[in-house]
Every structure is written in C-alpha cells, then in structure tokens.
C-alpha cells in the first residue's frame, strides 16, 4: 500500500502548453480477492466525479527536471501508463510518469485497431473491458471531459465462418458467454449475414455479431486519459490532492532499495533519481525487463503485430463492422476514407521487445494476395476484385508488439510473493490493452490505495496455465 509522501510538489516548471509531437509513423499488498468475483469490479465509476477537467482547456503537465519525491511513480508512457496516472491522480496521489521515448502513446499504443469488444471466451475479460467501455462511452460527458472526442464509434464485431466446425464452436461460445451475463450477441445463418452485409462471401456459413463492439481513437484516448490527470478534483475517498506530471526521454536504469533488498525505495533514471515507495511498471513489451531491474521475473512474450493501413479505399464499405474471418483471424475494419487490416497469426513466434519494432513491408501481401490462406478476399470477395485490377494503390504498414501472458491474462497488482513490495504491474494485456485500460488500471491503483483487491486471475504471483485461447 502506498503511503502518501505529504504533498511534496512535482517540482519542475511545466514546458510550453500542450503535448509534444505525435506519433513518429513508421513506413510501407491488499489481500487478495476474497469477494465474489463481480464485487471486485464494481463500485468504481460511480465514486469517479460527474465532472473532472475540460480537456479543452488542458493538456498533460510534462517536466524537464525530476520531482525528489513521488508518491507512485508509473513506467511508461502509453495507453496503460497514462490510464495508470489518471486512477492514480484521481485518488489523491502525486504520481510522476517515465517515458522513454519523446512522446507519449507513440509504440505499440499506436500501432494498434483500437478496438473494443465483450465477445471473449471468458467472464473475467468482459467484466474488465466492460468497465472501460463504460468509460469510453462517457468519456466527453458524464466524467466532465468536455470537447474530447475519442472518435468512438459502435461498429460492431462480426466473426464469420466459413466451416461447420467453427460454426459450431462459436455457437458452444455464444452459449457461454448468455451465461456470463453476455446476452446480446447475435448467432446468424450465412443468409442471415449476407442480407445484413452484401459485401459477405458466398462461403461464409454462420456468423456471431454484436453491434455495441466497436473502435475508437488511441492516441486521443491515451493524451486523454493523461490530460485529465494533470488536475483533476478529489475523488471520494481521495487520500490528497493528487495530480501527474510526465517526463518523456527518460529511461529507467534501475531501482533504489531498502537495505534488505525486500521493498522498492525509488527509481534511478537517466535524468537521475526519485524516491518513491510504489512503483507500477507499464512498459508494454519491455516490462518483463523493467520488473528483472528489480529482480522480479515475469514470462512475457512480446510478439510482432502489424498493421495494415490503407487511408482512401472507396471501395471498403465505410458502415461496415470489425470483420474477421473465425479461421484465420485475418480482420479488417473501416478507418479514415479506408480501412485497417490485420492478421493475428498463431504461427508468430515471440522476440525481444524491440523499439522500433521492424516493418516486413511483405507481410501485407498476405492479407491482400487472394491465393494466401488468410487473404482477406476469402470473407469480402471485393478485396479480390482490388487485386486483380491492382486498386489498392497507396498503403502503409505500421508494427507494434502484443505483450503475451501464458495464460493471456494481464498482470495486475503488486508482484507479490515474486518480488519487493512496493512494485506492481499493469502489464501483460496480450493484445487487449487499449479496451482494458481503464479497469485493470483502477484495479491497479485500488490496490495500491488499500481500497480494493485484484481478482486471483489476475495477479501477478498466480499460478499461469497455458491453454488455448481466443482467436483475437
């Protein structure tokens, strides 16, 4: 649990307003959960107040020179970290954010489909994404953030079939899920599918669709998340005045210790050091090596994910949802005047994280070549049509790395029985960040306050099984 440090300022004088450049493109100790396991995700966004801070009229707050002190400090600037910070600050604490690169949200936040969905194969991740979507939703609204638009946009996920055996198996999940409170997820007959859709294949056989699934903006989302958390009022229950301050082009080198090596006492970095009793690593990929500095070892699997990104294809049906072929798990979605297209590949093997994360300009062909296996012409037969007269003219390709768990549950919390007290994890969203932010961020942070436990399934310190899993 965090002790707050008596309001120590951040210190250094803001820069100038407003965040700086966006993201650089890349080319072609709380008990554990004793509740029922609803209870520890509820009771959340109602103590959150109705109003927070114009987002118009603010900006995250980024500092040149290190605070001595801070009551968390959060390591990494993306979706997660910056979700951290504003859990954090709206719970009273003086948090200070390291990030190692010259932006915020600029890796794998990114390369990312920024999308959301509740259609998963178990209770657990519905009821942590649910909590976000609730979030999102109300993001420019209820939660005072006036003028921000996160762009979202409820397009729904349609998974389609093309055989017997996955219309099956998604019909035994569509089962499961009505019994995890799941109840509006649609099971469809191909005709059924193709009368909503006419751009559908002749070989698709069945389909699951939920119409509230959808996508949203990223980099709004993250900037968002990290300009509310500059000043944001007390929350009830608050323990301070808290607020967070961003320092970019810092990397962390290490951790300062108690004289036994069994708690975290700061953080040395490469502007120098700051002293903190809690220290919440959301380094994405790299945080399996960031938790190793404190000699926490957590199995991690970062793992390329890239990004096809065609800006002006009148031809992609721009109403159309988040289609993904059940076999393959090749997918595409509207964005911009075009489309964003991916290819989740069970066959990928995990590397280093890596930063930048390399581009394999070829990888497109797959999606695109109506010959692959996973061609995205085998569920939208207009895809080949593009091909052959060789429409899809101007493209890019952008990487990130999914950060896989064995189990593909997040880590969240303190570390536990496997490392210092005073270190916790939000880290480990195998693929599901962005739409998971918000509640395994304020699971992070009620645990850190003393207000609440993580759920078993997801701490750090767990026993890890793996199995097989969802094909997103």
Avoid at 213 to 230: E, M, N, Q, T
Avoid at 294 to 299: D, H, K, N
Wanted: net charge neutral.
């Amino acid at each position: 649990m965090v002790r707050v440090s008596g309001g120590v300022p951040p210190g250094a004088v803001p820069q100038a307003c407003g965040v700086p450049p966006g993201a650089v493109a890349q080319a072609c100790g709380v008990p554990r959960c004793a509740c029922p396991r609803a209870a520890c995700y509820r009771g959340t966004l109602r103590n959150v107040p109705d109003r927070l801070v114009a987002l118009t009229d603010s900006a995250p707050r980024f500092v040149d020179a290190l605070p001595r002190t801070a009551d968390v400090v959060v390591v990494g600037g993306g979706v997660a970290g910056c979700a951290t910070a504003f859990f954090a600050a709206l719970s009273g604490l003086d948090v200070l954010v390291l990030e190692r690169r010259p932006a915020l949200a600029t890796l794998t936040t990114a390369a990312s489909t920024g999308a959301f969905r509740l259609q998963f194969d178990n209770p657990d991740e519905i009821a942590l994404v649910r909590e976000g979507i609730e979030l999102f939703d109300d993001f420019g609204s209820r939660r005072g953030l006036e003028g921000w638009d996160l762009r979202l946009r409820h397009g729904g996920y349609l998974f389609c079939s093309l055989t017997p055996e996955t219309v099956d198996r998604a019909g035994r999940l569509v089962e499961r899920q009505r019994a995890w409170g799941l109840t509006d997820v649609e099971l469809l007959s191909g005709d059924e599918a193709r009368r909503r859709w006419p751009y559908l294949s002749d070989a698709v056989v069945g389909a699951r669709y939920r119409a509230a699934d959808g996508w949203l903006d990223v980099k709004r989302l993250a900037i968002g998340y990290a300009a509310a958390a500059a000043a944001p009022p007390r929350a009830p229950g608050a323990i301070g005045s808290g607020s967070a301050s961003f320092c970019a082009a810092t990397e962390v080198h290490g951790f300062a210790m108690s004289a036994d090596g069994s708690a975290i006492r700061g953080v040395r970095t490469s502007r120098g050091d700051v002293a903190s009793e809690a220290v919440v690593v959301a380094a994405g990929p790299f945080a399996a090596q960031v938790a190793a500095l404190a000699g926490t070892q957590i199995a991690l699997e970062p793992t390329r994910r890239q990004k096809l990104v065609i800006p002006d294809l009148p031809e992609a049906p721009p109403g159309a949802p988040m289609t993904i072929e059940e076999e393959s798990a090749a997918h595409w979605r509207p964005a911009h005047a075009g489309c964003l297209a991916l290819f989740t590949d069970a066959r990928a093997r995990p590397t280093a994280p890596a930063d930048p994360v390399p581009i394999d300009a070829a990888w497109a062909f797959g999606l695109l070549d109506p010959t692959s296996d996973h061609g995205l012409g085998r569920v939208a037969p207009f895809w080949n049509e593009l091909w052959a007269r060789g429409s899809v003219a101007h493209w890019y390709v952008q990487a990130g790395q999914y950060e896989y768990t064995p189990d593909r549950r997040p880590y969240l919390g303190a570390v536990g029985s496997i490392g210092p007290s005073g270190l916790y994890l939000n880290a480990g969203y195998s693929g599901h960040g962005i739409m998971a932010s918000a509640g395994g961020s304020r699971l992070v942070v009620d645990q850190l306050t003393g207000r609440g436990a993580v759920p078993t399934v997801f701490a750090v310190d767990r026993a890890l099984l793996a199995g097989e899993h969802d094909i997103l």
